[in-house]
């Protein structure tokens, strides 16, 4: 064979020789990467981890929470808000009523036509409004106008099958979800925003005379017979259907709980003992705080970088706001430290919030093969135009390990409530609980783990 011959052979077995130590050194590199991504993986399984030992502790925290909370203010992290509401529905009530939802993400106005036993709801009307990110951070009119000037459009679309009866005002009961100290059944002035509302000169006013203000603003002759919780208000029309229901979780935006207490039991409690010796109270247990509780890194850069830094802990663990952005952050750390996504980090996996949790949970329900809902979900949401398979099955992997901590730990509040209500235990009286909230309702695998953790 010729020097040409053999040198063409030398540099082919040079460039062979070259090509296999790249393809090495990428599949060692890659080697590398995955036994880091493996690493990060592990280290929040652990930090996640709620066995049932860790439930129980959680469980008996919250209970003890609770008996503070009720001895006086400011020794608990729980508010356990007296409600002023000291009685339920029986399901007799009759007429045309109304109501406003204000949370934290929409709102609703609803209209109801009830019948009396014999009639139950007659008929129902609901309209649903998402909640513009401007007014949340806004002035208070202009988040109270808004809310009066759907309310009056949607009064002026009452239709057939809703009857006033004659000489009688309108009447509203206002939901409102975020901790208010009730000075009566209509009243009662914001303690905090929470979620994602941070609206000035706010705190320490009475929200019924605001939204007032607004509805007179708007011309509109409507009087806010009570003012409630959307916990008790979930509770309240729990009740009007099954006469067992003494305690509502709310696993929406954010997250609540309330309770039938008796009212003896409320040491703080100064008023007269009502007739029915119980009222509703509201624990306000999104801002449940224990060493118990399951803490990871990203949980706590999550707290420091949050509108409201040390508060709703719990809620920041469970609730519909926060977990597609825990999920993010570990996300964006396996993207710089393991090049999950490839050598650039997805720019947009940088920006909080961008991950909503209606999207975590449609990636966690996939069911295909190839994962193509988590292939479509990166790409619409994250910008991620490629991943391989190992990848996506990371991204539901992440998504499992964070939902299942949320509903497990949700699950053992709700435990710690029945432990106040010596309601945890064989033998107990029946005993239902009204579950309401847009994770709950749509994040099936949450809601799954929550109900057979
Ligand atoms: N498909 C979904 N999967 C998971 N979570 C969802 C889904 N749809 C809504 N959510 C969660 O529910 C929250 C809305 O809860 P909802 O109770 O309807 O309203 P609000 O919190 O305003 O009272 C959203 O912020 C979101 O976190
Ligand atoms: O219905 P949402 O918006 O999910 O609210 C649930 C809870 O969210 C919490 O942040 C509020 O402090 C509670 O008052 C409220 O009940």
Request: some cysteine.
């Amino acid at each position: 064979m010729g020097k040409v011959a053999i040198g063409a052979a030398v540099v082919c077995a040079a460039a062979a020789v070259a090509v296999t130590a790249l393809v090495v050194r990428h599949r060692m590199r890659s080697a590398e990467r995955w036994a880091r991504a493996a690493a990060v993986l592990r280290e929040l399984e652990e930090k996640c981890a709620t066995p049932v030992e860790k439930l129980w502790e959680v469980a008996d925290a919250m209970t003890k929470e609770m008996h503070a909370g009720l001895e006086s203010e400011d020794v608990s992290k729980l508010k356990m808000i007296i409600s002023y509401v000291d009685k339920l529905p029986t399901g007799d009530e009759r007429g045309l009523f109304y109501a406003l939802d204000l949370g934290g993400t929409n709102f609703r106005a609803l209209r109801v036509q009830l019948g009396g036993r014999e009639g139950r709801v007659v008929r129902q009307e609901a309209k649903e409004v998402s909640i513009p990110h401007d007014l949340m951070v806004g002035g208070s009119d202009e988040l109270f106008d808004f809310i009066a000037s759907a309310l009056v459009e949607f009064v002026d679309s009452e239709g057939e099958g809703f009857h006033l009866h004659s000489g009688r005002q309108r009447e509203l009961g206002f939901t409102f979800s975020f901790p208010v100290k009730q000075t009566s059944v209509a009243s009662g002035t914001l303690i905090k925003w929470t979620k994602g509302f941070n609206i000035d000169g706010m705190v320490g006013e009475d929200v019924v005379s605001e939204l007032n203000k607004a509805l007179q603003r708007q011309g509109l002759d409507m009087k806010v017979a009570a003012l409630v919780n959307d916990t008790v208000g979930t509770l309240a029309g729990g009740r009007y259907d099954d006469n067992d229901v003494v305690v509502a979780v709310i696993l929406g935006t954010g997250t609540n709980a309330a309770y039938v207490e008796r009212a003896d039991a409320i040491k703080k409690w100064q008023g007269p003992l009502p007739g029915s010796g119980e009222i509703v109270i509201n624990m306000e247990w999104g801002n449940f705080s224990s060493s118990h509780l399951p803490m990871t890194e990203y949980d706590n850069a999550l707290d420091v970088e949050s509108l409201n830094p040390g508060d709703q802990i719990y809620e920041k663990l469970i609730s519909g706001m926060y977990l597609g952005e825990i999920v993010r952050r570990v996300l964006l750390r396996l993207a710089v430290q393991t090049a999950l996504f490839g050598d650039t980090v997805p720019p947009q996996l940088e920006t909080p919030f961008v991950l909503r949790t209606p999207v975590m949970s449609a990636m966690h329900h996939d069911t295909s093969a190839d994962l193509k809902v988590v292939r479509a979900k990166l790409k619409e949401f994250l910008g991620i135009s490629s991943t391989s398979l190992k990848a996506r099955k990371v991204v539901v992997q992440i998504c499992d390990i964070v939902a299942k901590r949320g509903a497990r730990l949700a699950a053992a509040g709700i435990v710690g409530i029945l432990k106040k209500l010596g309601r945890d235990g064989s033998g107990m009286r029946r005993t239902v609980i009204a579950m309401d909230g847009g994770l709950y309702e749509h994040y099936t695998v949450f809601r799954e783990c929550l109900l057979a953790p």
